[in-house]
């Protein structure tokens, strides 16, 4: 087991809980429909929860993506029980699409005139075996049989399932958990007391993010970067992100249009409440009186000369600019 928790300047108290299991190929599939909660499931689930360390619980809506890693050491690969009737599959895909998806053909029964639309994120690794990345998880089936502990091969394919392949799947987990936190903080933008604040928080949230995590090539290692490349595909990343990022732009627009509104409210306070003061007391100032009669008798002057100008159209699209503002 391990525990990976992602840096996050927002929460830094969340990971992603990883489980390592094994079993026998004929029982793969039932394990892994077991996980994903099918209704007719009859194994019980292995207990995950109890191997958790006490620090750690597991969020009540939380979805586990299965990552299944199977050989056969028959000449011929047997199509798994309640495969699906696709007559263009061959068994490794019949077995890449159910161990992917966690289902069998009473689950979900692919449409034969679009299954291989299905198969849209296979990942070709090599002539021995190939990968298949679904929205929910992944699978990796020999084409070949395994010759046992002598096929080396197998071996580091299995090693490699569960290091560098799994690494790449775990980077687009965590991007895909973060997008979809920005996408709900930018749907929020408009219940929020102080939207300047919170389109800051927005924006730091994005750049951390993109300089960060938003990474399109897992390792140097080709495969890898062509698993994370299927993942971020089947989970329409890129365009969420692209969303994300023109919406934020949106908001700055919005930001930006508030805050000339509030410095031409100002102005032209300045204006409705200067002007007529300043003339009342440049009046007085010519005249050349200081008494505390003509200073009231100019005030007065200029509170009238005040209403009078909220009275014409500038003035009233000034106070109604000020109650949208409010």
Do not use: C
């Not at 692919?110 to 994120?121: F, K, Q, R, Y």
């Not at 750049?207 to 890898?224: E, M, V």
């Amino acid at each position: 087991m391990e525990i990976i928790a992602p840096h996050s300047t927002n929460e830094p108290s969340q990971a992603l809980a990883i489980f390592h299991l094994n079993t026998e190929t004929p029982d793969i599939l039932t394990l892994a429909r077991t996980i994903a909660g099918r209704r007719d499931s009859r194994s019980q689930p292995p207990s995950l929860v109890g191997s958790l360390p006490a620090w750690v619980t597991l969020e009540p809506h939380s979805k586990a993506f299965t990552v299944a890693f199977m050989t056969h050491f028959g000449a011929n690969l047997p199509p798994p029980a309640d495969a699906a009737s696709v007559s263009s599959w061959t068994s490794t895909d019949l077995w890449l699409w159910h161990l992917a998806s966690r289902t069998t053909r009473t689950d979900f029964p692919p449409d034969p005139d679009h299954a291989n639309e299905l198969l849209s994120g296979k990942v070709i690794l090599s002539a021995d075996w190939r990968g298949l990345i679904t929205r929910d998880g992944a699978a990796f089936v020999s084409l070949r049989p395994d010759q046992g502990e002598e096929d080396l091969f197998f071996g580091f394919a299995q090693l490699y399932t569960h290091t560098a392949y799994l690494d790449a799947l775990i980077i687009g987990m965590i991007q895909n958990a973060n997008i979809t936190r920005m996408i709900d903080e930018a749907s929020r933008a408009f219940d929020t007391k102080d939207l300047p604040r919170h389109l800051a928080g927005l924006e730091k949230r994005a750049a951390y993010f993109r300089n960060i995590y938003w990474l399109r090539d897992a390792s140097t290692h080709g495969p890898a970067n062509d698993i994370l490349t299927a993942y971020q595909v089947q989970h329409h990343l890129p365009e969420k992100f692209d969303a994300v990022l023109n919406e934020i732009a949106d908001l700055n627009r919005i930001v930006q249009t508030q805050e000339s509104q509030r410095v031409n409210a100002a102005l032209g306070i300045i204006t409705v409440l200067g002007l007529p003061f300043g003339i009342a007391f440049a009046v007085l100032q010519s005249l050349g009186t200081d008494s505390p009669r003509d200073l009231l008798i100019g005030t007065l002057a200029a509170l009238a000369g005040t209403g009078a100008l909220l009275l014409t159209s500038f003035g009233r699209l000034l106070l109604r600019t000020l109650r949208r503002l409010d």
